[in-house]
């Protein structure tokens, strides 16, 4: 301070500085609140993520299909995170087990691909050297929506209405769950209901009534119905999903194809039909967490040019058609992509001709729509290795497959560049197909 000062400049530079002072300490005291808050945010997403991921790898060890039920809860109470954890398991870790893989079978598949019928109806797809899965996909879709617009072609009703998908099983011999009636009446679907006429023709409970026009998850358009009771109980709810879902269309969220693919779902007539359960030899084995029968195997087999390459179980672990069982639920197989050979608790499916069945039923269906590649699901019953059915297909499939999909998409595309296949002569839209 200036000796020359006065007592009252002394007073105002004290004052000054000690405004000073709390201001420096005022904005440090901001600061590591800021720092605190941030850190607490941060911890909070962190701790959600790494419930999430520990929930999920709980799950994979519990019953068969309770994963999928648990993912749907998840997705659905935390989707930003649940979204983060499903990156973690696309890191760009190698699958060197799959690039071996694909290795091995690229020559069985070319050759299964000059030996394929296709319909004319799939051969439309404008695919290209290095694309990727989905990219593909999305061609398959722009293929679709061309015809659909050039001619009015709907065969992609074979999935996206579920009801035609039920016809083509039917006229095909393939196997499936017991479908008792279809409407294609809002107002006949209600009279039945009213009328007791649904209890009166369904023999086994649970029982799903889904809108046929609706197949996508994102929808919602599956209501299940556990007990004769419970039809009655909740008829006023189900009257609110008939009446809500009638008018409802698809939104194949966060797909690439989505803009085209929700104008052909758009094109759909409303349908409905209701369903049993799919009949185990033990008898029900299942109980039904929102739209997920926990306890039955359901398995997802991935079929290119009229053959299995692979079957995926509950999104954790894939059977390979050599023999191999590769297990995802770790962390090692997850997320690093290394997995190791599955064990005792689904071995068994491969080793008493459960999975037989399943490369038997799909390859079946896929010869007999003409398809070059399709997703087929389908039923296990424990208890009979002969006795699988086929749940639902899918044409367009965003399914996990750790890699995988990064060969088969080669093979998918080299016999539709090189036109390796056989093309079959047909003016019969595919959902009308019949085996002879």
Known sequence: VDSNANSGEVCLYTIRLNQEQVCTKGLNMLKTAALVAISAVALYQVGIAVYIFTTLSIHSQGEFGSIMAVVNDLRFQYPVHFEMVNRVTKLPFPNNSAKRYYEEQ???FLKAAEEFEIHPYWADNNAKEGMGFREVVTERVLGMYRQFQATGRMDYRLEKDRCAMIEFFRNNNIPHPAVKKMWYSKEAVIEDLKSGAIEKMVDNFPIFLKACHLTQQSSDGTFSIKTPAALKDNEENILKFI????????????RPWQDKGDK?????????????????????QMHVEGRVAVGLIEVRAEVMWGKVYLVNLDATTIFRRDGKIEDYTSFMGGVLHMPPEAGKRVSWLRDEGYIDCVIEVSERLAQAAHIEYVRVDVFIDKGDPKNCAVNEISLTSGYVYYGHEERMVNLWIDGLVNKRYKVFETDIPVHELKSA
């Open 243 to 254: 009446n809500h879902r009638w008018g409802y269309r698809s939104r194949d969220v966060d």
């Open 106 to 108: 690229k020559d069985f």
């Open 264 to 284: 052909l779902t758009d094109a759909l007539t409303p349908s409905y039909e209701i369903q049993e359960p799919f009949m185990q030899t033990g008898g029900n």
